[in-house]
């Protein structure tokens, strides 16, 4: 009976351990979209559940290749004419048209790029190595501070590191200082390290965010002021890219009350092991 025993645990141990790395596969391929084929072992049933996720696992990031590559060629055309607008629009006489058309030129430029912003994320491996957080953080809001934006920090004693891209962070942070200053009229940055967690937080004075509301803005192109008037909302792919790049970095984004009325972003990344 003991032979037995060990015999059929050894078996169901050989026989669940492909299925235990095809699931850690999946899962990595669901936050990188980096396929990793397996190699096709076990029972016949489970060499053929394997082969089918290899293959559909190369199919969607085919897919989504070609759609950046799509993306990419229509962005570099629209660049082109865009441009030759702008200086057609120079030779325009100076008046509220002329200013008119420039913004709209602006605006379509900026649509562009962050469609192609976003485009890329689902495609492109967030690039990691340590990072202080807070000299990161820091260098966004003194840019937006040196263009005269309502934009303070709450600097920590000493830095916080996350094993993270620095760009990646730069853009976390720069998009959720203008959704604040956009929304709020103001944003209020702060950083700090807790339990093993690095959290930016970004707060402001606007009107709140509906609870109900809080994971549709979080979807490309949703905005909760429906106008298309950058002034008051951007091309609605700001807070998508936070959540993507968030959730590309193992991270958690969470979007609370402020106390006194605004609204308070939160995004939480694994620390970094101590660099000393």
Do not use: C, W
Not at 106 to 119: C, K, R, S, T
Not at 157 to 184: E, F, K, Q
Not at 226 to 244: H, K, W, Y
Request: no cysteine; proline share 5%; hydrophobic share 45%.
């Amino acid at each position: 009976g003991f032979i037995v025993a060990t015999l059929a645990v050894f078996l169901v141990i050989r026989e669940t351990l492909p299925l235990a790395r095809l699931a850690r596969s999946v899962e990595r391929f669901g936050s990188e979209l980096a396929p990793v084929p397996l190699p096709e072992k076990g029972a016949p049933e489970v060499r053929s559940l394997i082969g089918a996720v290899n293959r559909m696992q190369a199919r969607i990031a085919d897919l989504l290749r070609n759609r950046t590559i799509v993306m990419g060629a229509i962005s570099h055309d629209l660049r082109t004419y865009l441009t030759r607008f702008r200086l057609r629009i120079e030779l325009f006489p100076d008046g509220d048209l002329k200013e008119a058309a420039v913004r709209d030129v602006e605006d379509m430029q900026a649509i562009v790029e962050e469609a192609l912003a976003f485009a890329r994320l689902t495609t492109e491996s967030v690039e990691k190595r340590t990072v202080d957080v807070v000299t990161v953080v820091a260098d966004e809001v003194e840019v937006r501070a040196n263009f005269d934006k309502p934009v303070t920090m709450e600097v920590p004693a000493g830095p916080a590191h996350v094993l993270v891209s620095a760009t990646a962070i730069a853009r976390i942070a720069g998009n959720l200082i203008d959704n604040a200053v956009a929304y709020g009229g103001s944003a209020d940055v702060s950083v700090r390290e807790d339990n093993g967690q690095v959290e930016i937080a970004v707060a402001d004075r606007g009107p709140g965010i509906p609870v109900a509301e809080r994971q549709r803005i979080l979807e490309p192109f949703y905005r909760l002021d429906t106008s298309r008037n950058r002034e008051s909302g951007g091309t609605g792919l700001g807070l998508t890219i936070v959540a993507q790049l968030v959730e590309a970095m193992n991270g958690r984004l969470g979007i609370e009350d402020r106390p006194g009325g605004g609204t308070v972003f939160r995004v939480r990344l694994p620390a970094a092991a101590d660099t000393d």
